[in-house]
Antibody
Framework: EVQLVESGGGLVQPGRSLRLSCAAS????????MHWVRQAPGKGLEWVSG????????GYADSVKGRFTISRDNAKNSLYLQMNSLRAEDTALYYC??????????????WGRGTLVTVSS | SYELTQPPSVSVSPGQTARITCSGD??????AYWYQQKPGQAPVLVIY???ERPSGIPERFSGSSSGTTVTLTISGVQAEDEADYYC????????????FGGGTKLTVL
């Protein structure tokens, strides 16, 4: 079955760290770029970070730049998001998403169910 | 980076046509995509490359583009179409950052 399964969310105090994981199955993981997208409670989707198939191209939203680090392990079919110096405004459901790309066409064609991160003292 | 602007809400009666717009200066140069998100669910792609419909998406969903605005049109709206809709865009090279519109809540009266 083609799927993405996120894990690692939870309740964390402000200033602490958390590492999210996303396990991919049912497709050739190392053929595709992968991204993280988050959604604060009751709010819209916010793009967080993306990584190319070979980790050669990485990008971050300004809101997380310098605090979050995206990485992947193609041997383990896994995507990660290391989140440091967490703030209350990082509270959100974090989705892992697979990218479809083809001649200028770039979009998310597969999403996980998300893992909830709550930053609170 | 750039922004994509959507109306916060659109309301229509069943059977009517709903139009949701997404505006952004970069849209004449890059494709837009539309996602539908129902409560408690992950987003689902309903339109890609401005106006193409993925397999499995009902024909009542269509997309169009004109200048700096793209439009998602739902013809003959059904109760099950009530959801949040988000536009998304990326340049031809997939350069970061990627951007989502703020989302539009479609209410079926």
């Amino acid at each position: 079955e083609v799927q993405l399964v996120e894990s690692g969310g939870g309740l964390v105090q402000p200033g602490r760290s958390l590492r999210l994981s996303c396990a991919a199955s049912g497709f050739t993981f190392d053929d595709y770029a992968m991204h993280w997208v988050r959604q604060a409670p009751g709010k819209g989707l916010e793009w967080v970070s993306g990584i190319s198939w070979n980790s050669g191209s990485i990008g971050y939203a300004d809101s997380v730049k310098g605090r979050f680090t995206i990485s992947r392990d193609n041997a383990k079919n896994s995507l990660y998001l290391q989140m440091n110096s967490l703030r209350a405004e990082d509270t959100a459901l974090y989705y892992c998403a697979k990218v479809y790309s083809n001649y200028g066409d770039w979009y998310f064609d597969l999403w996980g169910r998300g893992t909830l991160v709550t930053v609170s003292s | 980076s750039y922004e994509l602007t959507q109306p916060p809400s659109v309301s229509v009666s069943p059977g009517q046509t709903a139009r949701i717009t997404c505006s952004g200066d970069a849209l004449p140069k890059q494709y837009a995509y539309w996602y539908q998100q129902k409560p408690g669910q992950a987003p689902v792609l309903v339109i890609y490359k401005d106006s193409e419909r993925p397999s499995g998406i009902p024909e009542r969903f269509s997309g169009s583009s004109s200048g700096t605005t793209v439009t998602l049109t739902i013809s003959g709206v059904q109760a099950e179409d009530e959801a949040d809709y988000y536009c998304q865009s990326a340049d031809s090279s997939g350069t970061y950052p990627w951007v989502f519109g703020g989302g539009t809540k479609l209410t079926v009266l």
